[in-house]
């Protein structure tokens, strides 16, 4: 089943443009990375996937009644704030003690609830971040650069536990980075941005295109080091979408 679906998608800001004839699908449990450098139109790909910009040309085609959760990079909160962990879990929605410690559970952090948001690590708020998101049971997760800040192993960590939600929840996710090191290989469809799509596919058949390297640097092989999810199996997404063959399209 197909959720989103963006089609030759073009957005220009006083006549500049940044973004042209962008197409691409998400797919139902499909982990799909955007990787681009700063500047290459990410920041709008994802608000316009979201409504809060209208392309000049092209559409995007959201499934009815599509439930997204969204991560932030950051959480402009005041550190001084004395707020627990389940109270900020609380603060816009109607939800239960039981629904936020399930979503903590999901997150991996069961045991920080009454923790104060103060106390907590940079890998612990990131995971608080995660499990509000995932009060409503969403069907699709976007993670705004959500690793930002953290050093490779607590990114490794992270995305392992976007893997392990994946397969037991079947949530859909759509990761947005600069950060190669260890998200790439954390997807099961990559899609290289700079104002276009340069190149799209598996992390491996990606991280081996001309685009890519041209992009990154030719020196690019750590980027699939630190997180190796085995991608010679394949996942039920139940979608058709060529795009997640095993080589890359330019």
Sequence with gaps: MTLVNLNRLTVAYSGVVALKNVSFQIGAGEIVTIVGPNGSGKTTLLKAIIGAIIPQEGNVDIKSGLKIG??????????????SVGRFMRLSDNVSKKECQRALEQAGVAEIMTKQM???????????LLARALLGSPEMLIL??????????GAAEFYKQIEKLREETGCAILMISHDLHVVMSAS???ICLNGHICCSGTPQAVAATPEYKELFGADTDGALALYRHNHDHKHDHNDKNPTNSTEATH
């Excluded at 705004?144 to 192993?153: I, N, V, Y």
């Design 70 to 83: 969204y991560v932030p990079q950051r959480l402009n909160l005041d550190p001084t704030l004395p707020i």
């Design 118 to 128: 103060s106390e907590l690590s940079g890998g612990q708020l990131q995971r608080v």
């Design 144 to 153: 705004d650069e959500a690793t930002q800040g953290l050093d490779q192993p």
């Design 188 to 190: 099961d469809r990559v």
